[in-house]
């Protein structure tokens, strides 16, 4: 009985933190300009995409006017993150509890 709830959670953590390692790396690059010199340098990215994904959208803080390409980011990023992955884990556990 647990083994498929274990499972399900897995995969959706699986999927919910390659995306904000993703966009952490995305967002790094595109707002620093430079290339990773330092391994541990993603942990400040990585936790202010999660901060992100709870609300704490900052616009004017991280990009400028004329970067199109930061802009798409954050846009897709906006879409992406915390409108539908929060609601597919809802849905996971809507679905589980009429499971059981």
């Given amino acids: 009985m647990l083994v498929p709830i ?16 993703g966009f952490a790396m995305s967002f ?3 707002v620093n300009g430079k290339e990773f ?3 541990f340098n993603i942990v400040k990215p990585f ?6 994904m709870t609300g ?12 199109i390409l930061a802009n798409m980011f954050f846009f897709f990023f906006v879409i992406l993150g915390p409108i539908i992955i929060n609601n597919l ?3 996971l556990t809507v ?6």
């Fill in 47 to 52: 936790i202010k995409t999660i901060a992100m």
């Fill in 89 to 91: 884990l809802i849905g």
């Fill in 28 to 30: 790094n690059l595109l």
């Fill in 56 to 67: 704490e959208v900052e616009y004017s803080d991280l990009f400028g006017e004329n970067q």
């Fill in 6 to 21: 274990f499972e399900k959670v897995t995969l959706f953590i699986t999927l919910y933190l390659s995306l904000i390692l």
């Fill in 37 to 39: 010199d330092n391994p």
């Fill in 95 to 100: 679905s589980d509890v009429n499971d059981h």
